[in-house]
């Protein structure tokens, strides 16, 4: 059975696509593992075998020929083994579903993160005019022409380029000192802001409105006024109450003075659950980019699209490298990835972290009442009602219980803080999810535990006290 587990667990580890694990990963299922884990298994069986065997042989010889295994099991209940490791079982249950709950609730909330730009029917391919021995001007030439003549294909509602794609973990991050005119701030003091080289048509293609002033034109030539659009964000922060168009600053250490053409919407630029940065966008025309990325708003589905664009791509910049063409979709699947795997992997052991915390619990209710047959006949034939003998069980293995989810909170609450940095739209130590995960283990732990006693409390008085 564990076998055929693992064979299952390889095939949907490797299912899931992982930017920061290598392509080339191997996880081989060969002798050499199933012999390791053959392995510990012994180990484990040895470890957790040894207490109850050891138990077994300090017990009263004669006590338990005679069946009287309350005597023989006095010593473990005097110092509780069996509860120590059941409440063992729970805390660490209670970690595994702390942090399942939180992936999970984390995974929820970055699907529901808006980007800032219109995802549906977004293509990309990025490519490298590095190569190909053109000047600024004759690049933009070319990048001029590919952009006319991917529009022209069928399919095609718009396309741009950019120097970044959003949200791609591989697109350049260029970052400079910006100080404002009349700002009255040192270089020290001065923001740091990333920018992005983009080309017209680029805020509609991506679906970015701009908010105030206006975006790049063809009026934006090299030798004309150097223009910059800003995000809201930047234009809140620096410009408080202000309209920030006309506007000028100094980019360093170039010492480039541009002026505020307009302001765009806030987008996520680097990561879903980024705080958003200070963001310049400077036009093409202005500001050369040899490693650029073709943006395509499509009709239809992007891949019916793809092979066309790649064409006139290698037609028109013969040579030039074309980095892994996709869908925005597929990037945002990337940005995804790891709390997708993060929450499947916490997801599964934690559903068998709580299997083997339920059958504890259901096994220590057991053994207890095993042990105090004629206890439970005794006090069923002295007029106590059932519900009473119930009750007096669950209270015993709900202690053993709330000392274990005690100390699984806690432990949680101190796991969180250094998963903080994974989870979107979550805090560390969240109080819902530490109350959420605690009424579930309640809520199963009661269930495990009702069934046992109240099989040993629907027999009759006579027939236990015979036992």
Not at 234 to 254: C, D, I, N, Q, Y
Not at 259 to 285: C, F, H, M, Q
Not at 306 to 327: C, D, F, K, N
């Amino acid at each position: 059975m564990g076998v055929l587990l693992a064979v299952w667990a390889r095939r949907a580890l490797l299912g899931f696509e992982n930017p920061i694990l290598p392509a080339t990963l191997e996880v081989p299922l060969d002798l050499r593992v199933l012999l390791f884990a053959f392995g510990v298994s012994l180990v484990a069986a040895f470890v957790f075998g040894l207490a109850p065997a050891l138990q077994a042989s300090r017990s009263a010889p004669i006590a338990a020929l005679r069946g009287d295994f309350d005597a023989a099991a006095a010593g473990l209940r005097r110092f509780g083994l069996r509860s120590v490791l059941v409440a063992g079982q729970v805390a660490l249950s209670t970690v595994c579903l702390v942090a399942t709950v939180l992936f999970l609730w984390s995974l929820r909330n970055a699907l529901q993160i808006d980007p800032g730009f219109t995802t549906d029917d977004l293509l990309a391919v990025t490519f490298d005019l590095d190569g190909q021995g053109l000047g600024p001007e004759e690049g933009r030439q070319l990048v001029r022409r590919i952009v006319e003549q991917v529009e022209a294909l069928p399919g095609v509602r718009s396309a741009a380029v950019a120097a970044s794609l959003p949200l791609d973990p591989d697109a350049p991050r260029l970052m400079r000192t910006a100080v404002l005119e009349g700002g009255g701030k040192t270089v020290e003091e001065s923001p740091i802001v990333q920018m992005n080289t983009v080309g017209m048509g680029y805020f509609d293609t991506l679906g970015i409105p701009v908010l105030a002033g206006r975006g790049f034109t063809e009026d934006d030539r090299p030798e004309g006024r150097a223009v910059v659009v800003v995000n809201r964000t930047m234009a809140e922060k620096l410009w408080p109450g202000e309209s920030p168009v006309g506007r000028r600053m100094t980019f360093l250490p170039e010492n480039e003075v541009v002026e505020v053409a307009g302001v765009a919407r806030d987008a996520k630029y680097n990561s879903l659950g980024e705080e958003t940065p200070l963001y310049v966008y400077r036009p093409l025309a202005q500001s050369w980019a040899a490693r650029l990325t073709l943006h395509v708003r499509t009709t239809g589905r992007p891949d019916v699209v793809l092979e066309p664009v790649l064409r006139t791509l290698r037609t028109l910049a013969p040579g030039a490298p074309l980095l892994r063409p996709s869908t925005i979709p597929q990037v945002l699947g990337r940005q995804l990835a790891l709390p997708r795997l993060g929450a499947g992997l916490l997801a599964f052991f934690g559903g068998a972290a709580l299997l083997l915390t339920l059958v504890g619990l259901a096994g220590l209710v057991a053994f207890s009442v095993s042990q105090r047959v004629r206890e439970i006949g005794l006090r069923l034939a002295l007029g106590a009602r059932r519900g009473q003998v119930v009750a007096l069980f669950l209270r015993e293995v709900l202690r053993v219980f709330a000392c274990g989810l005690a100390l699984g909170l806690a432990g949680a609450y101190a796991l969180s803080f250094p998963l903080a940095g994974l989870l979107y739209g979550m805090e560390a130590g969240d109080p819902t999810a530490l109350l959420a995960t605690a009424l579930l283990l309640t809520v199963a732990a009661l269930a495990a535990s009702w069934w046992p006693v109240q099989k040993a409390a629907a027999v009759e008085p006579v027939v236990l006290l015979r036992r």
